[in-house]
C-alpha cells in the first residue's frame, strides 16, 4: 500500500505561482510512475502531468503545459508540480495518484482508472 498527501495548495491571484507536494509512505514510489490530476465540482477528473519512475521522462496536459513542471525526488518520496503564470481556470482540486510502472508506457496512462494510489487532493483557487 501507498499512502499519499498532497500539499501546498491555497489562494493565489491570477499570474502567480504555486508549488505543490505529494508526500508517499508505506512504500518506496521509485517503482511507480506518479500523476497529477485536477477536478471541479460536476466534472470528471482530468489528466494534469505525469512522470516517470525513473524521472527521465514526463508527459503534460495541453492545458498547462510550458507553465507546469513535475518532478520528483525518489530518496525523499516525493513529487512536485510547479505551476507558474497561473489562470482562473486552474482552479480544482489537484490530486497526486501513483502508476505501475509497467503502465508508463500505455497510451492509458493519462485515465485516472489505471492509477492505482491517490491522495485526497489540495485546493488550489486562482483569482482573477
Known amino acids: 500500500q501507498v499512502q499519499l498527501v498532497e500539499s501546498g495548495g491555497g489562494l493565489v491571484q491570477a499570474g502567480g505561482s504555486l508549488r505543490l507536494s505529494c508526500a508517499a509512505s508505506?512504500?518506496?514510489?521509485?517503482?511507480?510512475?506518479m500523476g497529477w490530476f485536477r477536478q471541479v465540482p460536476g466534472k470528471d477528473r482530468e489528466f494534469v502531468a505525469a512522470?516517470?519512475?525513473?524521472?527521465?521522462?514526463?508527459d503534460y496536459a495541453d492545458s498547462v503545459k510550458g507553465r507546469s513542471t513535475i518532478s520528483r525526488d525518489n530518496a525523499r518520496n516525493t513529487v512536485y508540480l510547479q505551476m507558474n503564470s497561473l489562470k482562473p481556470e486552474d482552479t480544482a482540486v489537484y490530486y497526486c495518484?501513483?502508476?505501475?510502472?509497467?503502465?508508463?508506457?500505455?497510451?492509458?496512462?493519462?485515465?485516472?482508472?489505471?492509477?492505482?494510489?491517490w491522495g485526497r487532493g489540495t485546493q488550489v483557487t486562482v483569482s482573477s
Open positions: 495518484a501513483a502508476l505501475s510502472a509497467h503502465k508508463w508506457f500505455q497510451t492509458t496512462k493519462y485515465l485516472p482508472d489505471e492509477y492505482d494510489y
Open positions: 508505506g512504500r518506496t514510489i521509485s517503482t511507480y510512475g
Open positions: 512522470i516517470s519512475w525513473n524521472g527521465l521522462d514526463a
